[in-house]
Structures are given as structure tokens and as C-alpha cells.
């Protein structure tokens, strides 16, 4: 069993270079969404159905399923602004106990929905490069980040040489619809990663506002023999209530 916390899932780093195109003026779209994205979303709640498995040899030697409500709360003092809290509904069909720990499961990505809300990070020209091409007859952007191998800058050495980035965008609102990252298993084994993620995003009514959210994750880490595959529904707003008590 292995915790993951993914510092890289999702450290989408939007460049605008070169001359003025159509298309850096949907970079601009999507980077404004981003802002707005993480200024605005609230605390929030959804159901979550789990499937962790054990696999060897492309065998399920081992899978537990698992129904929890998921709360994402704003925290400041986490690096993403969301901080997980899970209670545990039932594991394999059975209620789940008190004292139930993610520890007993074969495999469990730490802050996987969190990771997923955390969209954005500063750009690194001097690590990644950037392209984009318009999909769809222009109705989705695909942008592509890739790391720069053999680069000497100290500040690249945290990175993997074969860092891969795949984002589609919702050319009209700017939305993030698809996340897929991939990375060696050796450098991911060696930094706590995950070599490869996928992250499903949709659109998700909370309050009076509409906001694209994770609807579904999947992790797949053959070094390590494990998977994980989370789906997310019935999300909707959190309130965080603090009693007064008066003497």
C-alpha cells in the first residue's frame, strides 16, 4: 500500500509566446477562467465511489470498492487551497467501520479530487515547452507541456525528463474538460508520483453558480502494481458552521 500526494498532477503552467495568433488569444481565456476559477470555488461536498486494486502481471490480485462522502474545504495553508476530508460509507457493500484507515487499502492517491481543483501553476519556460492546436473545427483547444531534457538550470532538476502534459479546453468557456500526465515509474517511485493520471472534468451546478469539476480520476502505477479508478458525483455547496457558545 502506498500514499501518494501528487505535487505535479496538475502543475498546469499556461505560456503565451510568440506572436500575436488567434489561439494565444484563447491562452488568455483559459488563464483568466483558471484565475476565476480558483478565486471563486467554494468549499463543497460530493459522493464518491473508490475502486482501489492490487495488480501483478496485468492481473487484479486484489480490489476493494469503496462509498464515502468527500468534503473539499478552502484552506489557505494547503499548496492547492483544499484540504480532503472523507467520511467512509461503506467498504465492498459493507458499512464501513468507525476506525476505517485508507492505510488497509492495496493502493490510495492522497489528495487525488484536491490535486484536481489546484488547476494552475506559475509558467517554467526555462523547463517546460509549450505548444497548442485547435481540435474539433476549433472547438477544443488541446495544450501540450512537455519538460525540457538535459536542461542545466538548477530549478529544473525537479522535474522528470519525460514529463508529459496533455489539457483539453473548451475553446467557448475556457473550461478544462481532460487532464492526462504521464512520467517515468522510476522517477515517480523515487519522488512519492504517480506515472501515470488521468482526471475527467464536467460541468457541476453549485449554488447559483456552475463550475467544472472533477468527475472522474484514475490512476494507474504499474511499478508499484497498483490502480485506483474514483468517480465523484451529487457535488454541491459546503457550509462550514461554528457554534457560539454563550455562558
Same mark, same amino acid.
Given at each position: 500500500?502506498?500514499?501518494?500526494?501528487?505535487?505535479?498532477?496538475?502543475?498546469?503552467?499556461?505560456?503565451?509566446?510568440?506572436?500575436?495568433?488567434?489561439?494565444?488569444?484563447?491562452?488568455?481565456?483559459?488563464?483568466?477562467?483558471?484565475?476565476?476559477?480558483?478565486?471563486?470555488?467554494?468549499?463543497?461536498?460530493?459522493?464518491?465511489?473508490?475502486?482501489?486494486?492490487?495488480?501483478?502481471?496485468?492481473?487484479?490480485?486484489?480490489?476493494?470498492?469503496?462509498?464515502?462522502?468527500?468534503?473539499?474545504?478552502?484552506?489557505?495553508?494547503?499548496?492547492?487551497?483544499?484540504?480532503?476530508?472523507?467520511?467512509?460509507?461503506?467498504?465492498?457493500?459493507?458499512?464501513?467501520?468507525?476506525?476505517?484507515?485508507?492505510?488497509?487499502? &492495496? =493502493?490510495?492517491?492522497?489528495?487525488?479530487?484536491?490535486?484536481? +481543483? !489546484?488547476?494552475?501553476?506559475?509558467? #517554467? $519556460?526555462?523547463? /517546460?515547452?509549450?505548444?497548442?492546436?485547435?481540435?474539433?473545427?476549433?472547438?477544443?483547444?488541446?495544450?501540450?507541456?512537455?519538460?525540457?531534457?538535459?536542461?542545466?538550470?538548477?530549478?529544473?532538476?525537479?522535474?522528470?525528463?519525460?514529463?508529459?502534459?496533455?489539457?483539453?479546453?473548451?475553446?467557448?468557456?475556457?473550461?478544462?474538460?481532460?487532464?492526462?500526465?504521464?512520467?517515468?515509474?522510476?522517477?515517480?517511485?523515487?519522488?512519492?508520483?504517480? &506515472? =501515470?493520471?488521468?482526471?475527467?472534468?464536467?460541468?457541476?451546478? +453549485? !449554488?447559483?453558480?456552475?463550475?467544472? #469539476? $472533477?468527475?472522474? /480520476?484514475?490512476?494507474?502505477?504499474?511499478?508499484?502494481?497498483?490502480?485506483?479508478?474514483?468517480?465523484?458525483?451529487?457535488?454541491?455547496?459546503?457550509?462550514?458552521?461554528?457554534?457560539?457558545?454563550?455562558?
Amino acid at each position: 500500500m502506498k500514499i501518494l500526494a501528487s505535487a505535479f498532477l496538475l502543475a498546469i503552467a499556461l505560456l503565451v509566446v510568440g506572436q500575436q495568433t488567434s489561439n494565444e488569444e484563447q491562452l488568455r481565456r483559459v488563464i483568466a477562467y483558471i484565475e476565476a476559477y480558483r478565486k471563486h470555488l467554494p468549499s463543497l461536498e460530493c459522493d464518491e465511489t473508490m475502486l482501489s486494486q492490487r495488480v501483478k502481471n496485468g492481473k487484479v490480485k486484489r480490489q476493494v470498492k469503496i462509498k464515502a462522502t468527500l468534503r473539499e474545504l478552502r484552506d489557505d495553508n494547503e499548496p492547492g487551497g483544499f484540504r480532503d476530508e472523507y467520511t467512509f460509507k461503506s467498504v465492498d457493500g459493507k458499512p464501513a467501520k468507525p476506525n476505517f484507515n485508507t492505510g488497509t487499502l &492495496p =493502493y490510495f492517491v492522497y489528495k487525488a479530487f484536491a490535486n484536481g +481543483l !489546484g488547476i494552475a501553476e506559475s509558467p #517554467l $519556460p526555462t523547463c /517546460f515547452s509549450y505548444r497548442f492546436a485547435t481540435l474539433d473545427h476549433g472547438r477544443t483547444l488541446q495544450f501540450n507541456i512537455d519538460s525540457k531534457p538535459g536542461v542545466p538550470d538548477p530549478s529544473c532538476k525537479k522535474f522528470p525528463d519525460d514529463y508529459h502534459k496533455v489539457m483539453l479546453i473548451d475553446t467557448a468557456s475556457g473550461a478544462v474538460r481532460r487532464v492526462e500526465r504521464r512520467m517515468s515509474p522510476q522517477f515517480a517511485d523515487n519522488n512519492l508520483e504517480i &506515472p =501515470y493520471i488521468t482526471i475527467d472534468y464536467a460541468p457541476q451546478r +453549485l !449554488g447559483d453558480e456552475t463550475f467544472w #469539476l $472533477p468527475v472522474r /480520476f484514475e490512476a494507474i502505477d504499474v511499478d508499484q502494481q497498483g490502480g485506483m479508478i474514483a468517480t465523484y458525483s451529487n457535488c454541491h455547496r459546503y457550509a462550514v458552521f461554528s457554534k457560539i457558545v454563550t455562558p
